[in-house]
Nanobody, 126 residues
Framework: QEQLVESGGGLVQAGGSLRLSCAAS????????MGWFRQAPGKEREFVAC????????AYADPVKDRFTISRDNAKNTMFLQMNSLKPEDTAPYSC???????????????????WGQGTQVTVSS
């Protein structure tokens, strides 16, 4: 079965940067839409960013707009999330997701994704 594995999380001071990676271990996902989500303790799962299979169609949640950048390398079956100017409120496990089949759109709803990673912890200290 298809598997997604996140990496790149860690502890960083406010204002710092992290780059998350999401690697697909199964078949090629270069035609799938993908996204990033986070879920802080006591809060609902929150959409962070998405990217379509072209790589040019992207969308961001308002709290991360202009600070985070989503990208993908289809040849390497990997998606990235560059996080700059991190804030303590960004602290959460971050999970990546992928659609099961090709999709030319940028998907914001968690329920529309099929494959999910286990998450990587991002902690931002004051």
């Amino acid at each position: 079965q298809e598997q997604l594995v996140e990496s790149g999380g860690g502890l960083v001071q406010a204002g710092g940067s992290l780059r998350l990676s999401c690697a697909a271990s199964g078949r090629n996902l270069n035609s799938n839409s993908m996204g990033w989500f986070r879920q802080a303790p006591g809060k609902e799962r929150e959409f962070v960013a998405c990217i379509n299979w072209h790589g040019a169609g992207t969308a961001y949640a308002d709290p991360v707009k202009d600070r985070f950048t989503i990208s993908r390398d289809n040849a390497k079956n990997t998606m990235f999330l560059q996080m700059n100017s991190l804030k303590p409120e960004d602290t959460a496990p971050y999970s990546c997701a992928s659609t099961r089949f090709y999709d030319t759109t940028c998907i914001r709803a968690a329920g529309d994704y099929f494959y999910w990673g286990q998450g990587t912890q991002v902690t931002v200290s004051s």
